[in-house]
Every structure is written in structure tokens, then in C-alpha cells.
């Protein structure tokens, strides 16, 4: 399920919003879209993904509260990590740095 309206297409507009260097947790995208408890929806959305707007739709930007990767099947979380140093996210403690790159308060 990949829709091009509603929830989904929020949820992938505010992911593109995060600039890069920078992270959201998937609760604060939630509360953002109006959906106070919906991080479990945000986490849906990700993954549902398709390649083709996995390019466009910078998903590694998005981490678990606290900062940790969420785990997920396959290379995701390695991926994810690299993503992020790459853009000059750095970790402590194996979690993301959130005073000094998270988006949101």
C-alpha cells in the first residue's frame, strides 16, 4: 500500500521536509501531522516504500525515539547509519545526537 494521497503522502512531504544533517523521530513526524500517537503509522508509511520513492523520500532521516535505529529485517539499519554519518550525523552512546541534529523540539 503506497498511497499518492492522504496520510502516506503527509508523512513522505514532511520526511523531505528534514534537511539534511538533521533527524525527526518517528513520534515527532506523528504529533506534527496531527496524529499524537501515530509514530507506529509513520514507521507503516516508511515501509512501505516503494524503490522507486525510496530515492526521493529520504526515510534514513527517521529514527526511533531517544535517537536508536530501529531494527528492522536486512541491511536497513546498516544502511541507515551510513546514510546518516554521511551526511554528517554524528552518534553517542550508538544512538543519534538529538539535541545537536534533531528537527524538531
Request: glycine share 16%; aromatic share 6%.
Amino acid at each position: 500500500m503506497e498511497a499518492g494521497d492522504g496520510f502516506f503522502a503527509r508523512v513522505y512531504a514532511a520526511v523531505r521536509a528534514i534537511p539534511r544533517g538533521r533527524v525527526a523521530t518517528y513520534g515527532q513526524l506523528a504529533r506534527l501531522l496531527g496524529v499524537p500517537r501515530g509514530a507506529r503509522a509513520v514507521g507503516w508509511a516508511l515501509r512501505a516504500l516503494s524503490p522507486a520513492r525510496e530515492k526521493r523520500v529520504p526515510w534514513h532521516r527517521v529514527v526511533g525515539a531517544g535517537g536508536r535505529i530501529s531494527p528492522r529485517a536486512g541491511a536497513g539499519p546498516l544502511v541507515q547509519r551510513r546514510r546518516l554519518r554521511q551526511e554528517g550525523v554524528t552518534f553517542r552512546q550508538g544512538r543519534v545526537d538529538l539535541r545537536r541534529h534533531g528537527v524538531l523540539g
